[in-house]
């Protein structure tokens, strides 16, 4: 069952926290547990600037920016997605279909199943976020700040 998550503010479904012993989404939890760990420092593989390092491929590593272009810049893993037909980076795999960023986006966008009544414009539209009450807020409210700030 949905319930707004006592640190994002956001309607979502909570599990457990043990180590605040409080329920909360399950983003905050991955971001509590990122902060408990040491920030990983080091020389990028990609840039050669001293960084954060997020992830290591082929034992290389890489800040967050040469990783994002290294996924992008590898072909080996590159598939052809079953939309645009076009080989790329596949985000996402249903019923074993290949889809690619771009796809999914679109797709994700244009699903109506998803889509509900924006509490600023009263229009059916895809929602960007919701207020702390879990009224939801569509995109383009969001964009042009018509919904009240976030509070927290």
């Known amino acids: 069952m949905a319930e707004i998550c006592p640190l994002c ?15 909360i989404c399950t983003t905050c939890k991955a971001r509590e547990k990122h902060k408990e760990q040491p920030i ?4 990028c593989g990609g840039c050669h600037e001293l960084t954060k390092i997020v992830a290591r491929r082929k034992n290389v ?3 967050s920016k040469c990783y994002q272009r290294e996924l992008v810049q590898d072909t080996a893993s590159h598939e ?6 076009k080989k790329g980076r596949i985000v ?3 019923n074993n279909q290949p889809t690619c960023a771009r ?4 797709l994700r966008y244009n699903d109506v199943s998803t889509h509900e009544v924006c509490s600023c414009c009263q229009t059916l539209n895809p929602v960007a976020r919701r207020l702390a009450n879990g009224d939801p807020v569509c995109f383009i409210c969001n964009k042009h700040n018509k919904a009240p700030a976030l509070t927290s």
């Open 40 to 43: 990983r420092k080091g020389y």
């Open 9 to 23: 503010h956001e309607v979502k479904s909570l599990t457990l926290y043990k180590k605040k012993g409080i329920r």
């Open 92 to 94: 996402s795999r249903k």
């Open 61 to 63: 590593p890489y800040c």
């Open 103 to 106: 796809c999914y986006g679109r």
């Open 80 to 85: 052809r997605c079953v939309h645009c037909r």
